[in-house]
């Protein structure tokens, strides 16, 4: 069924759309939360809580495309979950995505954080948008959808040794588009 067959039915309130849902898209919604959870109980329960999202962000959104919107909510829902679940403990996978970009990153203390924050995302858009599509795919994989090297290496049919090398690459390019920008020192 075509993205706005499905939100058609989400229009008419119809609880097809969910099954609709999750037959196009639940795969890509538990590979999105299983990136960050890694527990096959949380991601259901994520995946879960998507739909629940969905269903009552449509309406009055028409989103475009679908299937970001829903890796959108349930990579945001994980995000919430691990933060909730692992106050004290650590989720290393995560973490290492994290400590990546760490210094990218205000802390988002104080209104003044706070604009630096959205001014970072802003920079962060303008570097994506000037990046090619293999670069974008790769530096998104990555620290959006939070893939390890390997799953990235093999959609890419790369060396992991190579998608490494670029990722770093693309680090050191952010930071430095970053300081000509003035948003970080």
């Not at 069924?1 to 229009?11: G, H, N, P, S, V």
């Not at 990546?100 to 920079?123: I, M, N, R």
């Not at 490494?164 to 970053?178: D, G, I, M, V, Y």
Request: aromatic share 10%.
């Amino acid at each position: 069924m075509e993205d706005e067959q499905i939100i058609a039915l989400f229009f008419e309130r119809s609880e097809q759309a969910i099954g609709e849902l999750d037959r196009k898209y639940g795969a890509a919604a538990a590979k999105t939360a299983g990136n960050i959870l890694r527990n096959r109980q949380d991601v259901e329960e994520c995946v879960n809580d998507t739909w629940l999202g969905v269903w009552n962000s449509i309406p009055p959104q028409r989103p475009k495309p679908l299937c970001s919107y829903v890796c959108r909510i349930a990579r945001n829902l994980a995000v919430s979950r691990l933060r909730s679940e692992t106050a004290a403990k650590r989720n290393r996978g995560l973490d290492l995505v994290l400590e990546e970009l760490e210094d990218f990153l205000p802390s988002g203390q104080s209104v003044e954080a706070d604009y630096d924050y959205k001014e970072t995302v802003e920079g962060i858009n303008r570097f994506l948008d000037s990046l090619s599509y293999d670069d974008r795919f790769l530096f998104v994989r990555r620290y959006w959808y939070a893939d390890s090297v390997k799953e990235i290496a093999a959609a890419m049919q790369r060396k992991e040794s190579r998608i490494s090398l670029r990722l770093f690459r693309l680090r050191e390019k952010l930071r430095k588009t970053l300081q000509k920008e003035g948003l970080l020192t």
